[in-house]
């Protein structure tokens, strides 16, 4: 079965600086696919990056960019310039035949 | 484009009543649909899923059902509501199996 680690339940960061949320995950598959949410106080669920494991070039959106390294099953998330907004919870998951959660790390970007 | 709809927002229910939460898609067909529930500060657990109108699948065994009536309506009931029913309910739905999954809005479901 698989399943997801996140190993880091909170963090902090100084406004402007950049932090990296850790991830890893255990699978046998070698077709998969893996992203990371954010739920900010609101509770919405907002997709922020997805990486395709058949993919060797990190993903890359605006200040949130990814270091996947397939061998080591890990996907961490990078995000860069922190601002206020970006304080929330950061969910990984995977999807090879089903989808796995990770539990969550809690951001809290300081001004 | 796509969008999921899920109500009400917030849910305040007495132990021991049914419960009927309703979430549509539009904008695509076919969606697999899902149920979570996530406790105060935790992660999803999944609860129910659908690929097709009348299929669904339990992952966890409880005194919630899951059904299907539409292709793009998924309704999450109970009976008989418990105290460890409450928490935050979230519907999401995905397309092709490449894509990830889109969540609707969630209910906030306060058990009393």
């Known amino acids: 079965a698989q399943t997801v680690t996140q190993s880091q339940p909170e963090m902090s960061v100084q406004e402007a600086e950049t932090v990296t949320l850790s991830c890893t995950y255990d699978?046998?598959?070698?077709?998969?696919?893996l992203f990371w949410y954010k739920q900010p106080p609101s509770r919405q669920m907002i997709l922020v990056i997805r990486?395709?494991?058949?993919?060797?070039q990190n993903a890359t959106e605006n200040r949130f960019s990814v270091n996947f390294q397939k061998a080591a099953k890990s996907f961490s998330l990078k995000i860069s310039d922190s601002q206020l907004g970006d304080t929330a919870m950061y969910f990984c998951?995977?999807?090879?035949?089903?989808?796995?959660f990770g539990p969550g790390t809690r951001l809290s970007v300081l001004p | 484009s796509q969008t999921i709809h899920q109500w009400p927002a917030t849910l305040v229910q007495p132990v021991g009543s049914p419960l009927s939460l309703e979430c549509t898609v539009e904008?695509?067909?076919?969606?697999?649909l899902y149920w979570y529930r996530q406790a105060a500060g935790r992660g999803l657990q999944l609860l129910f899923y659908?690929?097709?109108?009348?299929?669904i699948s339990s992952e966890v065994p409880q005194n919630l059902s899951a059904s299907r009536p539409q292709d793009r309506q998924f309704i999450l009931s109970s009976k008989k509501l418990l105290l460890s029913d409450s928490g935050f309910y979230l519907c999401?739905?995905?397309?092709?199996?490449?894509?990830?999954?889109?969540f609707g809005d969630g209910t906030r479901l306060s058990i009393l």
């Open positions: 699978t046998s598959e070698n077709n998969y696919y």
């Open positions: 659908s690929v097709g109108i009348g299929q």
């Open positions: 990486q395709e494991a058949y993919k060797q």
């Open positions: 999401a739905w995905r397309g092709q199996p490449n894509q990830p999954q889109h």
């Open positions: 998951a995977f999807y090879g035949q089903n989808f796995v």
């Open positions: 904008g695509t067909s076919n969606p697999n």
